[in-house]
DNA sequence: TGTACATCAGTGAACGCGCGTTCACTGATGTAC
DNA sequence: TGTACATCAGTGAACGCGCGTTCACTGATGTAC
């Protein structure tokens, strides 16, 4: 994009997109601020023009992952056609999807520091970590009222899924799951069953598939 | 115990202690390879006689954990009675509650860094691991023999569970839960309401409970 | 039983590295008049 | 329209820290004879 400038314009969007880019091709212990820096094409102190420490910026990336979830998981939704069921259980797929697609931004998304107790020091991360988590509960809603079965409060069955796909993405990625051996599915598969057990235990549906 | 020899006996065990210790106390960023030395009473050059760098310590910590974790949900499973649905939902019930008694133990159990591809280096680690989850496979597997329901590999089943309680755990440890405002039940209720959840959703029972 | 000696498990000091962060600075930008 | 000036967003060098790890060493232990 056009010729060096002195004065960036959007530097912190740009260091934002540097650091996913370190995450997704060096990994997360590669984050250092002046890897972003240099990525980004500036000098290592530039960065707390824009961001009062490290912390700060990994409090955005989180942020913009939550955005980004949340958008394949819209976008999937739209693909799975009309029927509530199936938009559910696409959401739930996408969710697992994303996050092995993006193993690097998905842990910092979900990293100890940024969890940090209650009084949460990035309103932008929480309001994009709802908004993600939104998009369950608000298919469980329309799953509910299209199966006329509501045997639980949507936030809690949204709930539960959220950690069904949580768990199993996270196993994945950092689980002993390697471990037990190459007779497992693959994870769209497992997280294909593993939706579809959610909703038959959440009374949304009673049907087994065929074996 | 006794006085201060110059050989210390089973330093290793100590030094695996002394980690553990550090990450309950003072968590994850402490645990560092002179803290724990200094921790055991040792220099910090001692644990190179027993480890040969900081990773297999981890991973011996790692392993450790899986053991304690394989033992809590033995214990509820003990506790629960005679019904093999209740033991499944105890097993289901402890590994919540044991992950959220020892967060930081329970994250480097989990680390990105001991999963590291397939060629795991720590054969200790790999089987501490695939013992706790043997317990959950078990557990299903009587389960499904005393309801006489079999829909699914007892493997995947479990696998399943796994997903559910390990999600919850983490998501309660790391995500964003606590942003969502303060009308979420207790992790434990959750816990329970969840592998409920998994056991309808899995066809080893079908009633509802009383709203 | 006593002694020489190889082996092992510690010590304490140091190395080198990369990190987050700070500092005085300088070039660019926008605005008042 | 031109110019003085405050403000802002960069630079480049440096600081200080804590870390993992290495090294030559020393004290304790066990064993052969």
Not at 1 to 29: F, S, T
Not at 78 to 106: D, S
Not at 129 to 151: C, D, H, I, P, Y
Request: proline content about 5%.
């Amino acid at each position: 994009m056009g010729k060096a400038k002195y004065h960036h314009g959007n530097l912190r969007q740009a260091l934002i997109d540097a650091a996913i880019e370190v995450l997704e091709e060096k990994g997360a212990p590669a984050l250092t601020l002046r890897h972003v820096a240099r990525r980004a094409g500036v000098s290592q102190a530039a960065p707390y023009h824009h961001f009062s420490d490290k912390d700060a910026l990994l409090g955005a990336v989180a942020a913009e992952g939550f955005r980004t979830l949340r958008d394949s998981m819209r976008a999937a939704e739209e693909r799975a056609g009309g029927n509530a069921l199936a938009k559910l259980k696409a959401t739930g797929k996408a969710y697992v999807t994303h996050a092995l697609a993006h193993p690097a931004h998905f842990r910092v998304m979900f990293s100890p520091l940024l969890a940090a107790g209650t009084g949460s020091p990035y309103p932008d991360l929480r309001e994009a970590s709802l908004e993600a988590f939104g998009v369950l509960v608000s298919a469980v809603e329309r799953a509910q009222k299209a199966t006329g079965r509501k045997n639980a409060a949507p936030f809690e069955l949204a709930l539960a899924g959220w950690s069904m796909v949580h768990g199993l993405a996270t196993l994945w990625l950092d689980g002993p799951l390697h471990t037990v051996g190459g007779k497992v599915p693959s994870a769209a598969e497992l997280a294909d069953r593993f939706t579809e057990l959610c909703i038959r235990g959440a009374g949304l549906s009673v049907r087994w598939p065929k074996p």
